[in-house]
């Protein structure tokens, strides 16, 4: 019986369209009955959004006192949180394709919109460019195969554009390219969105939605993740299937380089950094292998370094999920989560900013936070707003104790190991202030 059933050609999932997306669409607060002020005394700044995959909820936790402040059914599995402009409102998308629209001006925080894009989803951001700021929102989808222009305000639809199209590579037609990341260019008023399996990268102009301009850049296929290079004029992101880094010159919108980083590049935002010999670059690690890429982002300064490996350093191994610095440190950080050894995936690599060839000194950070049985996987360096702290996730079953570990940047030691039953399958975590300022 199973083997005829997996001889069966599988359905093909229903589309979603604008009546669909229009039906699930609710505004629970409208604009004018918001706060017009802070109605708590949090530092909105110094918050962190952290995903609690496995319970589809949110927790907001508060940077300076490590309080859980309140937790919020979302969409399942969140993805990614994206602050808007202002840092007023946390955008959350699901793996269902649900964004979530948080005040954090109301005491406590709360979904003030929500609406679903499609039937399963990644990424979601809001427009950043000088006189557009939070206007216009956007969320993609890796079915149907498109991404959905909102009003910033209300996520209300305005339009639904599809993604479906030809290859980079050999030009044939490819049914389903699902929608990866998506930043908002500082330099136009235009989205930079990820389209992975035709390795497509689309400039979306949001200037005038009733005649959208878009503008296709061939980079290469499976495109993924990616960031901001130091000035944010760089767009670095991950073609991972194809061992490649795509640069984006959003300035002069156009690919302006592809460069090799083996194995499976898995950058999640990056991280950028001043080498001590090559000048400022940005770093990649990867899922395939040890290999940290570090790559010349200074076509000025360090001209023969630009767009170019410069430095590759050995990590603990692959499985590689994020690499974590920040203006103000000198170190760099490195998960390894998805490696096979527990004794690699439940701790931390950390380098010395200033004399890399020493090599990664291990904190032990599944240890450290004590959660008793579970397979403890460390996952996702980030910082809190004044760049002295690190938050890492330790991630566990979800009937299993999970914990965030925080350590002190400057001293490598354990600050506070955060606890709670509420704390289910903790993973991707975004302070405010650095995911709307683009710190990394």
Do not use: C
Request: charged residues 25%; proline residues 6%.
């Amino acid at each position: 019986i199973m083997a005829r059933f997996l001889q069966h050609e599988p359905p093909t999932p229903p589309e979603w369209g604008m009546e669909q997306v229009m039906d699930s669409w609710k505004v629970f607060v409208p604009v004018d009955k918001r706060p017009t002020k802070q109605q708590s005394k949090f530092d909105i700044d110094n918050i962190f959004a952290v995903t609690l995959r496995d319970s589809g909820e949110v927790a907001l936790i508060d940077g300076d006192t490590k309080e859980i402040i309140t937790i919020i059914k979302t969409g399942y599995a969140v993805h990614i949180s994206r602050s808007s402009y202002s840092g007023r409102y946390v955008f959350t998308i699901g793996r269902d394709a649900k964004v979530d629209m948080i005040d954090l001006y109301m005491n406590p925080p709360q979904v003030v919109a929500e609406v679903k894009i499609g039937l399963e989803g990644r990424s979601v951001e809001t427009s950043k460019y000088k006189g557009y700021e939070d206007k216009i929102a956007i969320a993609g989808a890796y079915w149907p195969p498109q991404y959905v222009l909102m009003d910033g305000d209300t996520l209300k639809p305005i339009r639904i554009e599809s993604t479906r199209g030809m290859t980079v590579d050999t030009q044939e037609y490819h049914p389903e390219p699902r929608v990866a990341a998506i930043a908002a260019s500082h330099e136009h008023p235009e989205f930079i969105v990820n389209v992975k399996e035709t390795g497509k990268i689309l400039l979306v102009d949001y200037s005038d939605l009733d005649a959208l301009t878009v503008t296709s850049l061939n980079a290469a296929r499976f495109l993924h993740d990616g960031g901001w290079d130091s000035t944010h004029r760089y767009f670095m992101t991950a073609a991972n299937q194809s061992d490649k880094i795509a640069v984006v010159d959003s300035k002069d919108r156009k690919v302006i380089a592809l460069v090799d980083a083996e194995k499976i590049p898995h950058p999640g935002r990056g991280a950028n950094i001043i080498d001590p010999e090559f000048g400022p670059v940005w770093v990649t690690s990867g899922l395939g292998n040890e290999n940290i890429n570090f790559i010349g982002t200074d076509p000025k300064g360090h001209k023969d370094n630009a767009w170019k490996v410069v430095r590759i350093l050995p990590a603990q191994g692959g499985g590689s999920l994020f690499v974590k610095t920040h203006p103000k440190s000198s170190n760099l950080w490195v998960d390894n989560t998805l490696h096979p050894d527990a004794k690699v995936y439940q701790s931390i690599a950390v380098y010395d900013i200033n004399n890399l060839d020493k090599g990664f000194e291990i904190l032990p950070i599944a240890e450290w936070a004590d959660v008793g049985e579970g397979p403890a996987r460390v996952v996702q360096p980030e910082y809190n707003a004044a760049g002295d702290e690190v938050w890492f996730s330790v991630w566990n079953g979800k009937d299993q104790v999970s914990a965030i570990v925080v350590v002190d940047d400057k001293t490598r030691k354990l600050k506070k190991v955060i606890k709670d039953e509420r704390l289910i399958t903790p993973t991707g975590k975004f302070n405010v202030y650095n995911t709307r300022k683009d710190i990394y």
